[in-house]
């Protein structure tokens, strides 16, 4: 009895080994899955932002050129009417 009461000990003793083995290896799993995550969440976030940031330079640059052919224009047709006034 006593050498069958040892096995079973010894049996329990590796299956609770084998289960706190498990158990750590999902945390790691687990854990490096969290960080490759937020990594490429990071990415993605940038990544966006880096497109907005572009984005907005091109419309800014848009909305400057269209101020300078508006300005011109102002210029060009005040040079006319001052023309027109003289002959």
Do not use: C, H, P, W
Not at 8 to 25: G, P, R, S, V, Y
Not at 33 to 50: C, P, T, W, Y
């Amino acid at each position: 009895m006593d050498a069958a009461t040892e096995t079973q000990n010894q049996i329990l003793q590796m299956t609770q080994f084998i289960l706190n083995e498990a158990k750590d290896k999902a945390e790691e799993i687990s854990a490096k899955a969290l960080q490759e995550f937020s990594v490429e969440k990071l990415k993605v976030v940038n990544s966006g932002k880096d497109k907005i940031r572009q984005e907005y330079d091109r419309k800014a640059k848009q909305i400057e050129t269209q101020n300078a052919i508006a300005r011109s224009t102002a210029i060009n047709r005040s040079r006319l009417e001052k023309i027109k006034a003289r002959q």
